[in-house]
């Protein structure tokens, strides 16, 4: 099963995400070549809900592209996965 880990930060200088894809085949807490990891910058204003909300689309997309069948998403907002 692929794992996707994400998280979203507001800040003075602006909104961004960061995105870690595990692979099946990856091993727990180490970065591996089986981990792919994305970091992007918002270019629009919004809430630390809502960029927690494009962090997960985001990564929704990744995983998509990477033609995944079975996913466990985690991130830290129980409001977003939900």
């Known amino acids: 099963m692929w794992t996707k880990d994400f998280d979203g930060a507001v800040g003075n200088d602006g909104t ?6 595990h692979s099946p085949f990856s091993v727990p807490y180490k970065v591996t070549n089986n981990v792919r990891v994305f970091s992007y910058k918002l270019a629009f204003e919004c809430s630390n809900n809502e960029v927690e909300y494009e962090a997960l689309i985001a990564g929704l997309k990744i995983l998509r592209k990477l033609n995944t069948k079975r996913i466990s998403v985690y991130g830290d907002s129980k409001l977003v996965i939900k």
């Open 16 to 21: 961004g995400i960061g995105i870690w894809v």
